[in-house]
């Protein structure tokens, strides 16, 4: 065989490789994308959640001069804008680690069905951005990472990524509500009268030192009792279904700042309270004996 023909026979099957090549790659290119989720989260203007976790019921985050509600239905309240801000991150750019199914028969095995992951559609306006479903998560102890499951509404493929995603997105309405309930800087307070079923005390504060009804009280214990008003949260949100007279209520007044009232409710099991305050009057707060309920009302009766 003479030079010619092998230079033939080696032009020919570099041509078939580079062809292969070139196929192969227009094949996974348009198959897999290792952008999966990549916005500008300036021009997000909703957020819609179906999280497994409260039944699939619709969750909307929308954005309003720069602040952020939650609703659901006719409910709406203000957001937490900081749990807002780190979700955002996220949707800003997700990454694939690798594809793991191609077509539906894969999806139940990803949690990636309507039924079994959590939807997500992100807007601006009218405009959708993004339309996904978040599945299940592997952790893997050596190394230590963690591996969501996610597919685009409208795709079959299925696709591994970094991060705990349904941490982020799996959550109801409570989860993303702003939780402040009463917010003062304790050093500004100089009184507190509070209403029980058994009367009313009055705390004063005159020339550094606390009292109650006349009697000196403990300084450090004042302290700690006043700093819990400082950032003070609900953790789990009530609703008050009926009329009815406070059982307890707490006046907060004292300087560079305007009278905060607190009332508390029992609640029909006993040993349950609902709680309200008129610095965030849409947030109803649950309590047992041992929550906010004694936070605020049975911590200051053992002061006195």
């Known amino acids: 065989?003479?030079?010619?023909?092998?230079?033939?026979?080696?032009?020919?099957?570099?041509?078939?490789?580079?062809?292969?090549?070139?196929?192969?790659s227009g094949k996974r290119t348009k198959s897999f994308n290792s952008e999966l989720i990549a916005i500008?989260?300036?021009?997000i203007t909703s957020i819609v959640l179906h999280p497994k976790a409260d039944n699939h019921a619709e969750v909307r985050l929308e954005k309003s001069d720069n602040q952020w509600s939650v609703k659901?239905?006719?409910e709406s309240y203000a957001a937490d804008q900081a749990a807002v801000s780190a979700l955002l991150p996220s949707l800003a750019e997700t990454k694939v680690k690798r594809l793991v199914a191609r077509s539906s028969d894969k999806w139940e095995q990803y949690e990636v069905t309507d039924s079994l992951g959590t939807r997500v559609q992100v807007n601006a306006g009218t405009k959708s951005l993004a339309d996904f479903v978040v599945g299940k998560f592997n952790f893997q102890q050596q190394p230590q990472s963690i591996t969501s499951f996610v597919r685009k509404s409208k795709e079959?493929?299925?696709?591994?990524?970094?991060?705990?995603?349904?941490?982020?997105?799996?959550?109801?309405?409570?989860?993303?509500?702003?939780?402040?309930?009463?917010?003062?800087?304790?050093?500004?307070?100089?009184?507190?009268?509070?209403?029980?079923?058994?009367g009313t005390i009055t705390f004063e504060k005159t020339?550094?030192?606390?009292s109650a009804n006349g009697k000196a009280?403990?300084?450090?214990?004042?302290?700690?009792?006043?700093?819990?008003?400082?950032?003070?949260k609900i953790s789990t949100?009530?609703?008050?279904?009926?009329?009815?007279?406070?059982?307890?209520?707490?006046?907060?007044?004292?300087?560079?700042?305007s009278?905060?009232?607190?009332i508390c409710f029992e609640g029909k099991e006993k040993g349950t309270y609902i709680l309200n305050s008129n610095q965030h009057e849409n947030n109803w707060a649950g309590s047992d004996a041992e929550g906010l309920f004694k936070q605020i009302f049975a911590d200051a009766l053992e002061l006195k």
């Open 1 to 24: 065989m003479n030079n010619k023909v092998l230079f033939l026979i080696l032009a020919v099957l570099l041509s078939v490789f580079f062809l292969s090549k070139v196929l192969d």
């Open 40 to 43: 500008d989260t300036a021009t």
């Open 72 to 74: 659901r239905g006719s």
């Open 156 to 198: 079959e493929n299925v696709f591994a990524v970094d991060g705990f995603l349904s941490m982020s997105y799996n959550r109801g309405l409570d989860a993303w509500r702003d939780k402040s309930f009463v917010n003062v800087a304790p050093e500004n307070i100089t009184r507190l009268e509070m209403t029980t079923p058994d």
């Open 207 to 210: 020339l550094n030192a606390w």
């Open 217 to 232: 009280l403990d300084s450090l214990k004042m302290a700690n009792y006043l700093n819990g008003f400082k950032s003070m």
């Open 237 to 257: 949100f009530d609703k008050l279904f009926e009329d009815a007279a406070p059982n307890y209520q707490l006046t907060i007044s004292g300087n560079n700042m």
């Open 259 to 262: 009278p905060i009232e607190v």
